[in-house]
């Protein structure tokens, strides 16, 4: 049993009230690759048993955790999941985003 899933796919993003899209592809080893706001150039960690979420793209370093929902089952269930956390951007400083998908088996 998985203390914490989350659905790879089409994430809606806000980081800092920029609003777009968030793509990540899990490739099952703990890494993701992916696209935010239409660039498609994201690597990142994804730790199953925390819940923790980080992802580098150019210029900038986002991390967060799963916030909800946390399902015992392995398999998805009919919720929104979230993710939170801070973005460290280079020129603009420490910024917050989350992002949000909605999962209906």
Do not use: C
């Not at 920029?18 to 730790?47: A, M, R, S």
């Not at 992802?55 to 799963?66: A, N």
């Not at 998805?76 to 603009?92: I, M, Q, R, S």
């Amino acid at each position: 049993m998985r203390p914490n899933f989350i659905p790879g796919g089409k994430w809606t993003i806000d980081a800092n009230g920029t609003k777009g899209e968030l793509y990540v592809n899990f490739d099952g080893l703990g890494g993701f690759t992916g696209g935010v706001f239409g660039h498609y150039d994201i690597h990142g960690v994804w730790q199953d048993g925390t819940g923790s979420f980080i992802f580098i793209r150019p210029g900038q370093y986002y991390s967060g955790k799963l916030t909800a929902p946390l399902p015992l089952d392995p398999n998805p269930v009919n919720a929104v999941y979230t993710l939170a956390g801070t973005l460290v951007d280079e020129k603009a400083g420490t910024l917050t985003w989350t992002a949000h998908q909605s999962v209906i088996p």
